[in-house]
T-cell receptor, first 114, second 113 residues
Framework: SAVISQKPSRDICQRGTSLTIQCQVD?????MFWYRQQPGQSLTLIAT?????????ESGFVIDKFPISRPNLTFSTLTVSNMSPEDSSIYLC???????????FGPGTRLTVT | AQSVTQPDIHITVSEGASLELRCNYS??????LFWYVQSPGQGLQLLLK??????LVQGIKGFEAEFKRSQSSFNLRKPSVHWSDAAEYFC???????????FGTGTRLQVTL
């Protein structure tokens, strides 16, 4: 398994600003992902965070809006840029430890945009 | 493309009663299947998984699930529900080549005392 922490746990932000969310894992992992969970909805994959290279984004998500960094095998950040109320969601990072197909999730960051 | 259907949006059961949450998947090959639980204000916790072998798998908190290839189903069961089981439950399918999870829409479980 893996222990994952996220910062901040929640935030309230003004429209037009940006927020960077951090994800820290207690062990080195190859696969790391970022998800969005809109209110009352299921999880939608935003992107795969690739260590040392550009993230791989899913359809409907773009780098300008959700830039992702992955400087090493235990850490990643997701930035939500130029926020609007529609970005109000829970953002979760997840990892797949090496040799496993099990995906573990962080506690999430609850973002409210006013 | 793979997909997951959870036909029940909301289920209410009495404490002590049995529970079954339905999950149907669409995937061309043998899927890797998961059930996660999300308590209010929490992240997702892995309940159990199926990769291969015995089609009845046991998980944490007394949950089990049965993989039925002929029905493309992976239903979650618990013989006796506790009030603390009230949460959102998500079924997910993992496509090994892409290492991505596709989630169902979730089933919200309410437990009455």
């Amino acid at each position: 398994s893996a222990v994952i922490s996220q910062k901040p746990s929640r935030d309230i932000c003004q429209r037009g600003t940006s927020l960077t969310i951090q994800c820290q894992v207690d062990s080195q992992v190859t696969m790391m992902f970022w998800y969005r969970q809109q209110p009352g909805q299921s999880l939608t994959l935003i992107a795969t965070a690739n260590q040392g290279s550009e993230a791989t984004y899913e359809s409907g998500f773009v780098i300008d809006k959700f830039p992702i960094s992955r400087p090493n095998l235990t850490f990643s950040t997701l930035t939500v840029s130029n926020m609007s109320p529609e970005d109000s969601s829970i953002y979760l990072c997840s990892v797949v430890p090496g040799g496993s197909y099990e995906q573990y999730f962080g506690p999430g960051t609850r973002l409210t945009v006013t | 493309a793979q997909s997951v259907t959870q036909p029940d949006i909301h289920i209410t059961v009495s404490e002590g009663a049995s529970l079954e949450l339905r999950c149907n998947y669409s995937y061309g090959a043998t899927p890797y299947l998961f059930w996660y639980v999300q308590s209010p204000g929490q992240g997702l916790q892995l309940l159990l998984k199926y990769f291969s072998g015995d089609t009845l798998v046991q998980g944490i908190k007394g949950f089990e699930a049965e993989f039925k290839r002929s029905q493309s189903s992976f239903n979650l069961r618990k013989p006796s529900v506790h009030w603390s089981d009230a949460a959102e439950y998500f079924c997910a399918v993992f496509t090994g080549t892409a290492s991505k999870l596709t989630f169902g829409t979730g089933t919200r479980l309410q437990v009455t005392l």
